[in-house]
C-alpha cells in the first residue's frame, strides 16, 4: 500500500505534470535533414501517366499511379499519390518528371516563382541544381548580373532577369539551365501525351523483338519525329517552341512497357485481383483473360503477381539529338531474374 501511495505522490508533482504538459519533439529530429529536399507537392492536372516518377523511387510504396473514375464528364485523371510514412524526399521523382511546368515539384529548383517581371516574356530561366556543375559562366554571360551564387546554388533572380537566353547558350550542361516556357500549358500537356503515346505504340508493335530479348540485351531504334511533326505543330504551331518542349520531355522520359504472351496464359487468374485500376477481367464467354491497355498503369504489380512468366516487363529511354530521330532504348526489367521459364 505504501508504494501504491508513493507513486501517486511522484505522478502528482508539478514537475511531472509540468514535464507532460510541455512535452515536444526534439528538435534535432524533427527538422529536416539538409541533405533532403521538401515532401512532393503534386499538381495532377499536369500528369501523362508515363510512370517514370514510380520508376526512380528508391523507397517502397512511397509513391503510386491512381487513376479517378470515369463519369460523364470524360475519363478520370491519371496521377502520383505520395505516401509521406514512405518518402524520404530525395526529390528523383521530381527529377525524371517530363511534364512541364511539372507535375511533382520537390524543392526550389521546380518551382517557377510567380514573381513580377517587368519585361514580358514566354520563358522563365531556371538552374536545375542536381546537373548545374557550378562553372558559373552563365554568371559571368548574363548581361544584367540576375545570376548569381546563393547558399551554394546558382540562382537567376527573375526580378532582374530579362530573358536574353545568353545563359542558356553559354552552359555546358545539358538541361543544367532551362528556359522553362510559361504559357500554353494545356498545349504543352497534350504535346507530352501525343509524344508519349507515339513513343509508347511503336514500343508496344515490337512484340516479336520483346518477347525474343535476353535479360542482359538492349533494344535499340530510331522513331522519325517527321511521322508526328504535323500533329504537333497542329497543337503548338510555333516549331521552334514545339521542338524545344518535345526535346525536354524526350530527354527526360522514361516509359514502362507490359508485354502480354496471351498464348501463353494458363489462365490461373492471380493477376485480376491484384490490379489497382481493374483493368484485368475474365472473359468466361472465350475462356481467356482481357487486359485494357488504356486503362493499365504499368505498375508491374501484375507481372510480379504471374507464376508463369507470361507477363514481361521492360523500360524504355529516350533521347533526341538531332531534331529528326528520337533514339530509343529498351531493356528487360530484372524484378524476375530468378524465373526460370
Given at each position: ?10 505522478f502528482?508533482r ?5 514535464a507532460?504538459?510541455?512535452?515536444k ?7 529536416k535533414?539538409e541533405r533532403?529536399r ?5 499538381n495532377k492536372?499536369?500528369?501523362i501517366?508515363?510512370g517514370a516518377c514510380t520508376v526512380s523511387?528508391p ?14 464528364t470524360g475519363e478520370g485523371?491519371?496521377?502520383?499519390v ?5 518518402c524520404?524526399?530525395?526529390?528523383f ?7 512541364d511546368?511539372?507535375?511533382?515539384e520537390c524543392?526550389l529548383?521546380?518551382?517557377i516563382l510567380p514573381?513580377f ?5 514566354k ?12 562553372c ?10 540576375a545570376i548569381?551564387?546563393?547558399d551554394?546554388n546558382?540562382?537567376v533572380d527573375?526580378?532582374?532577369c530579362?530573358?536574353c537566353?545568353e ?6 550542361v545539358s538541361?543544367a539551365m532551362k528556359?522553362v516556357f ?6 504543352q500537356k497534350?504535346?507530352?501525351?501525343l509524344i508519349v503515346?507515339y513513343l509508347?505504340d ?10 525474343q530479348?535476353?535479360p542482359?540485351d ?5 522513331v522519325?519525329l517527321?511521322?508526328i511533326w504535323?500533329?504537333?505543330l497542329?497543337?503548338m504551331?510555333?516549331e521552334?517552341?514545339a521542338?524545344?518542349?518535345i526535346?525536354?520531355a524526350?530527354n527526360?522520359?522514361?516509359?514502362r ?11 490461373c487468374?492471380?493477376c485480376i485481383?491484384d490490379c489497382?485500376t481493374?483493368c484485368?477481367?475474365?472473359d468466361?464467354?472465350?475462356d481467356?483473360?482481357?487486359r485494357d ?6 505498375c508491374?504489380i501484375?507481372?510480379?503477381t ?5 507477363i ?7 533521347s ?5 530521330n528520337?533514339?530509343v532504348?529498351?531493356k528487360?526489367?530484372n524484378?524476375?531474374e530468378?524465373?526460370v521459364e
Amino acid at each position: 500500500m505504501s508504494s501504491l501511495m508513493w507513486y501517486i505522490f511522484d505522478f502528482a508533482r508539478k514537475a511531472w505534470a509540468d514535464a507532460f504538459t510541455n512535452a515536444k519533439t526534439n528538435p534535432e529530429i524533427a527538422e529536416k535533414p539538409e541533405r533532403f529536399r521538401d515532401f512532393p507537392k503534386v499538381n495532377k492536372e499536369y500528369c501523362i501517366g508515363c510512370g517514370a516518377c514510380t520508376v526512380s523511387c528508391p523507397s517502397p510504396n512511397a509513391i503510386k499511379l491512381v487513376r479517378e473514375e470515369d463519369d460523364e464528364t470524360g475519363e478520370g485523371l491519371t496521377y502520383p499519390v505520395i505516401l509521406p510514412g514512405a518518402c524520404i524526399r530525395c526529390g528523383f521523382c521530381a527529377e525524371v518528371c517530363p511534364t512541364d511546368p511539372k507535375t511533382l515539384e520537390c524543392g526550389l529548383n521546380h518551382l517557377i516563382l510567380p514573381e513580377f517581371n517587368l519585361i514580358p516574356s514566354k520563358r522563365q530561366y531556371i538552374v536545375d541544381d542536381f546537373l548545374c556543375i557550378k562553372c558559373k559562366k552563365c554568371i559571368k554571360k548574363c548581361p544584367v548580373d540576375a545570376i548569381s551564387v546563393i547558399d551554394g546554388n546558382v540562382v537567376v533572380d527573375q526580378l532582374k532577369c530579362i530573358s536574353c537566353g545568353e545563359c542558356l547558350d553559354v552552359c555546358p550542361v545539358s538541361g543544367a539551365m532551362k528556359g522553362v516556357f510559361v504559357d500554353n500549358l494545356q498545349n504543352q500537356k497534350e504535346l507530352f501525351a501525343l509524344i508519349v503515346k507515339y513513343l509508347e505504340d511503336f514500343i508496344n508493335n515490337k512484340e516479336d523483338d520483346l518477347r525474343q530479348l535476353d535479360p542482359n540485351d538492349l533494344l535499340q531504334y530510331n522513331v522519325p519525329l517527321s511521322e508526328i511533326w504535323d500533329d504537333a505543330l497542329k497543337i503548338m504551331p510555333d516549331e521552334e517552341v514545339a521542338l524545344e518542349i518535345i526535346t525536354n520531355a524526350v530527354n527526360r522520359l522514361k516509359v514502362r512497357i507490359i508485354d502480354w504472351h496471351e498464348s501463353k496464359c494458363e489462365k490461373c487468374q492471380l493477376c485480376i485481383p491484384d490490379c489497382p485500376t481493374n483493368c484485368i477481367s475474365f472473359d468466361e464467354v472465350n475462356d481467356t483473360i482481357v487486359r485494357d491497355k488504356d486503362r493499365c498503369l504499368r505498375c508491374s504489380i501484375c507481372y510480379q503477381t504471374c507464376p508463369f512468366s507470361v507477363i514481361k516487363y521492360f523500360m524504355a529511354k529516350f533521347s533526341l539529338d538531332d531534331n529528326e530521330n528520337i533514339h530509343v532504348t529498351v531493356k528487360a526489367s530484372n524484378l524476375n531474374e530468378n524465373i526460370v521459364e
